[in-house]
């Protein structure tokens, strides 16, 4: 590999390569020359420096032997003293370290990876979403809700047709925590402001019941004022419609419906994720 990759022209004074491997770790770049990195040990004889170098990767031949085998190299800038992760020189050395993957040389997506703990270097998926009142009553509704869009995992919070006034009902400071968008009316939403990748569900009567409602992976989330609830215009531009169940009175304050939806999307969502992990293991 280094061969081929120095008749490429690559520069070794100032880069090394690593091969990527997920099968004994969760992801990471391993190096392909001896340490210490921030030298260049091919500028003598490379037999002699590939004969110094322990590390060695096993490729198990394919069952279909038409599919080829291929190993993805990537280039680090070499640095100036030698690093604490130079003590990895085998597969070898990351089976005894698996509890400490920071020995490996990791990409940000790798790091990422690793901290949402999937194995195989990929990134998750959790998706995201936010909540909208359509014409909120009060600022307090829309204080309330800020709140708990912040406590249950929302990226965004809009106001359409109205504008927010700090009120007593924000104790967590949400203004410094997650963005809220004021949008003169439902066009301004569609037209530039609605994420192009989330679905939109409005939260209205006669809908897919919440218990039974299977969350989108990114979603904007409709809700309606008391009075009037969410106009019809805007319930057909939906792709999807969502009713809350009650044992009596079925309008709830927009805050708590809001709040409900979410809790049940947090919910939903970890369940998913749990039964996901035990599966794999």
């Known amino acids: ?13 100032n880069f090394y390569a690593c091969a990527y491997e997920s099968q004994e770790s969760t992801g990471g770049w391993m190096s392909l020359e001896p340490p210490p990195r921030d030298r260049n040990p091919w500028n003598d004889d490379i037999e002699a420096a590939e004969e110094d170098s322990t590390l060695t990767f096993t490729i198990p031949p394919p069952e279909d032997t038409s599919i080829s085998r291929r190993i ?16 990895v020189q085998s597969l070898d ?3 005894l370290a698996q509890q400490s ?7 940000s997506d790798a790091l990422h990876a690793i901290s949402a703990s999937v194995p195989g270097g990929k990134l998750s998926m959790d998706g995201y979403f936010g ?18 869009a912040y406590q249950l995992g929302a990226s965004i919070v809009y106001t359409i047709g109205g504008r927010y006034k ?10 410094a925590r997650i963005p809220l968008i004021e949008l003169d009316d439902w066009s301004s939403f569609a037209e530039s402001a609605a994420p192009k990748s989330a679905v939109w569900v409005c939260i209205e009567m006669g809908g897919t019941p919440l218990a039974e409602f299977e969350h989108p992976r990114n979603a904007i989330y409709i809700l309606g004022s008391e009075d009037h609830g969410v106009p019809k215009s805007v319930v057909r531009g939906c792709r999807e419609v969502v009713s809350l169940e009650s044992e009596l009175y079925g309008s709830y304050n927009v805050a708590v419906a809001g709040s409900i939806v979410m809790y049940d999307r947090l919910m939903k969502m970890r369940k998913a994720e ?7 293991k």
């Open 274 to 280: 749990n039964q996901k992990q035990g599966e794999k």
């Open 93 to 95: 050395d990351v089976v």
């Open 131 to 148: 909540i909208g009142i359509f014409h909120p009553k009060t600022s307090q509704n829309v204080g309330t809700l800020w709140r708990s």
């Open 72 to 87: 993805d190299i990537k280039l680090f800038r070499r640095p100036k003293k030698p690093s604490h992760t130079d003590s």
């Open 1 to 13: 590999v280094i061969k081929a990759l120095r008749d490429d022209g690559v520069d070794f004074d």
């Open 166 to 175: 700090s009120s007593s009902s924000d104790t967590l400071n949400v203004p």
């Open 101 to 107: 993957l920071a020995l490996i040389e990791h990409s």
